[in-house]
């Protein structure tokens, strides 16, 4: 799966969301179409990239307050960024309803093994969660290129053409307490970490 990310030129007065053409998650194991619809827009800017959820919501579960708890045990959006496209080393970034952040540094054998970092702070993440029409959520992320550098001289800022991994998923509890877990690219099991599976992030600046 291949998404193109439009270059907005001067993000300062506003993102133009309604200009870019939403797409959606689905079941994260089968592909089929999910209890309830969740899109998702992203562009870049000079500085970053922005992605924003719009959720249909009928159950909101979200009781942890501090950073980097473990919100994917609760209702989460997620965003994963692999720039180099190997799947061994990418960034993770959640965002629950009440606005707690969760972001980490992954290490990916490709074999089923994998280390956390919870300790890495994209320290110049912003988020914003708001509602939207009536039974919808709005989840917003700016995650700026000068914070994905691990183990590099120069932070990851993308060129036109330019192709990264990446991949978007939800987790939502209903109101019997079944877990629902939604991909842009499905993973085919109830696993997120899989990045053979992650689709494509491409930069267009035309």
Known sequence: MRYECQYIADERIRIPWDEITPERLYEVVTGANPRLETQFRACWTEDALHVRFECEDDH???????????IYEEDVVEVFLDPTGT?????????SPRGVEFDALI????????KVDVAWDAKGLRT?????????????LEIPFADLRDGLEQ?????????????????????????HYWAWSPTGAVNFHIPQRFGTLVFVKE
Do not use: C
Not at 60 to 70: F, G, L, Y
Not at 128 to 140: L, N, P, R, T
Not at 156 to 170: S, T
């Open 87 to 95: 799947g061994k080393v990418y960034y993770e970034f959640e965002l």
């Open 107 to 114: 290490h990916n054998s490709l074999d089923g093994n994998k």
């Open 155 to 179: 932070e990851q800022v993308p060129q036109h053409g330019a192709e990264w991994g990446w991949n978007l998923y939800r987790i939502d509890d209903d109101m019997e307490g079944k877990r």
């Open 128 to 140: 914003s969660v708001s509602d939207g029409a009536e039974g919808w959520k709005h989840y917003e």
């Open 60 to 70: 909101v579960v979200a009781t942890m307050e501090r950073r980097d708890d473990p």
